[in-house]
């Protein structure tokens, strides 16, 4: 059976693994930097609905459920929310995402302080390497903390006019088939593997969002080689994570992808530089890619793991 196919500095204090890290304030502006809480859900809401959001709608309360996930929020008088910001720890690669302040307190430095707040929280988890996508405007925000660019991530998107025909089953030696639950820990084994993080939560929590949707490629021996995870989104189907030992694996994925979601537009981000072989494989199928947003790191270096390749990241962590 399908898988789930019935539906200024800050400081860590002594206990920030557990809780979190100290509040900061603005006596100036009487804005205070302190953790997220249940009770701030309803105002974040209402704070992306004025900021420019360009993360995916559920991936804040996806992510929120990742084991460790913080979040910090800038609360202005008033109990306005002037900003925020997550720190999503994933072992050795943290990632800082949804970095928001709202226009009218801008200048102030929030963005540096809501960025360190992250950066300090997923250091005291373990992370050696901290990830994110600047947009152009934040860039030198994140230069000025001592960030620095890795790549720029390529969206591509297939419109419905152009789908090749579905490859066979099995292809030498290779079989595509559905994700089952039976599968996953194995599958975990190879995205960490590949991806250098564990990436376990996340997956899991997508798969349960969209049920039925995985595909997992194995060689003659039984060994996943390559999976994909296709999901509905916008006007588009996302495919993501999509990861592939070679360019002729990911072209049985994509093909078998292809084929099963109908007319609907087909949108993959791509996070690797000009020559990860994702790029060819999705431009011989036809897509059209646009440089996004810049990839960038923070902490030693983080030379990609000896394992397969990732040809489309998780749409949970494109932000």
Known sequence: M????????????????????????????????????????GRILELRSVVRWSADPRA??????????????????????AGMVGAVPLGSIGVLC???????????????????????YL??????????YATRQAEGLYRSLGFRASAARTVYRLEEASRPPGPPRRADGYEVGTLTFAGLPELYGVDRWGYGADRSHLVFATLRLHPGNGLVARDSSGRIKGYLIRSAGG?????????????????????????????????????????????????????????????????????????????????????
């Not at 804040?60 to 202005?76: H, K, M, Q, S």
Request: charged share 25%.
């Open 235 to 319: 006007d588009a189907i996302r495919l993501g994570p999509f990861v592939a030992a070679t360019p002729y694996v990911a072209r049985l994925l994509l093909a078998r992808a292809l084929g099963e979601t109908g007319p609907s537009p087909v949108r993959v981000i791509v996070p690797g530089p000009e020559d990860c072989p994702a790029h060819a494989v999705l431009r011989e199928f036809g897509f059209r890619g646009r440089k996004d947003r810049l990839l960038m790191e923070l902490g030693g270096p983080n030379d990609p793991p000896a394992g397969l390749v990732h040809y489309g990241t998780t749409p949970y962590l494109a932000t």
């Open 2 to 41: 399908p898988l789930f196919a019935r539906k200024k500095d800050l400081e860590v204090d002594e206990t920030g693994a557990r809780s979190g890290l100290r509040d900061v304030a603005w006596p100036e502006s009487g804005v205070r930097i302190r953790q997220m809480d249940d009770a701030d859900l």
């Open 123 to 132: 250091k005291s988890r373990g992370a050696k390497t901290v990830r994110l």
């Open 60 to 81: 804040f309360d996806l992510l929120r459920g990742v084991r460790d996930a913080r979040w910090a929020v800038a609360e202005a008088p008033g109990a306005v929310l």
């Open 98 to 120: 949804h970095l928001a302040v709202r226009d009218g307190y801008r200048g102030l430095g929030l963005g540096a302080a809501l960025s360190s707040w992250a950066v300090a």
